[in-house]
């Protein structure tokens, strides 16, 4: 689906190069993994008449940027209009493309607008990406005209890591995750998310066997218990796990089909007594991500759901 919506929308901006119709700032909007450097490039390459490899290697006429560090700095800026005033050696189009636009800081920020509003060039095209809109000055926002690119479904990328090798269970549960479905294949390889697996998947076959879960977790989840990342991972696991419950009590489609027969057998539980423990859960992973004893919140999310 990723690569229909970008080839899509390669064919109007090609369209609407050759009708000359084209904007000089575009804010290209989506999640990590939505494609949004793909198509970037994919039409800078239209404007330059270059391939994209040719573009990643380097191009005269092509200017990326992203932040140095936590920030996008006003150097760097500095850096782009210094670039920008300098007569281009090739004729036609010169592009930027300004990579997490949500990082400018105010100094930079209004180093940006002053190049937007003082451009050198009428043939500079703009391309700014971000992963989060709301979190982008609005005077910026204001100057451009905005593309949508949504993220890939959670069906989709499991679709393409059981297609590069990857188990259904764990293809299924990483998209919970992230959706990068190069990251996802990244951490499919990465023993500490299948340690996370392994250990969920016999935690849910306790629970389905009615097991003292207390008892359980003590002896058997010491190796994720003390790690705050791990245990992250766990609790996002088992609040798509208890979501799922409600989905089969309700004849819809669930996330994970390969725990279909452990939702089977733990329908029977009472809603009020699945929200409990749904909220439970939520409430933990919530407070993790403060300075907490994670050993001590987690065991108490056990005494809760036991």
């Known amino acids: 689906m990723k690569k229909k919506n970008i080839a899509l929308l390669v064919n109007k901006f090609n369209l609407a190069i050759q009708n000359k119709r084209l904007s000089h700032l575009y804010l290209i909007n989506g999640l990590k993994g939505s494609g949004k450097k793909i198509l970037a490039f994919e039409i800078a390459s239209l404007l330059l008449e270059a391939s994209v490899e040719e573009l990643e290697k380097g191009h005269i006429n092509l200017y990326f940027l992203e932040p140095e560090g936590q920030n996008i700095r006003v150097e760097q800026i500095q850096r782009l209009q210094v ?17 997490r636009v949500e990082r400018l800081n105010p100094t930079s920020a209004n180093k940006l607008l002053k190049f937007l509003e003082e451009p050198v060039n009428k043939n500079i095209v703009g391309f700014l990406l ?98 705050k990342d791990l245990v992250s991972i766990f609790l996002q696991f088992l609040l798509v796990f208890y979501l799922d419950i409600f989905k089969t009590k309700n ?32 409430e933990i992973l919530q407070k993790i991500n403060y300075n907490i004893n994670i050993d001590m919140a987690f065991s108490q999310l056990i005494l809760d759901l036991s």
């Open 130 to 227: 971000t992963e989060n809109k709301d979190q982008v000055i609005s005077t910026i926002l204001s100057r451009a005209q905005e593309i949508y690119l949504p993220a890939q479904s959670e069906k989709e990328l499991t679709a393409q890591l059981i297609a590069g090798g990857i188990d259904k269970l764990t293809a299924e549960l990483l998209p919970v995750l992230n959706k990068d479905i190069e990251i996802l294949f990244s951490m499919s390889e990465d023993p500490n998310i299948q340690l996370v697996v392994k250990e969920f998947t016999d935690f849910t076959n306790a629970l389905v066997s009615a097991d003292n879960i207390w008892l359980y977790t003590d002896k058997h989840l010491k190796d994720i218990r003390y790690n």
């Open 83 to 99: 670039e920008f005033s300098k007569t281009s050696l090739v004729r036609g189009y010169r592009v930027f493309i300004l990579n």
């Open 251 to 282: 004849n819809e489609e669930v996330t994970i089909e390969s725990f279909i027969e452990h939702y089977l057998v733990l329908k029977t539980l009472k809603n009020e007594l699945l929200q409990e423990k749904l909220t439970k859960t939520q």
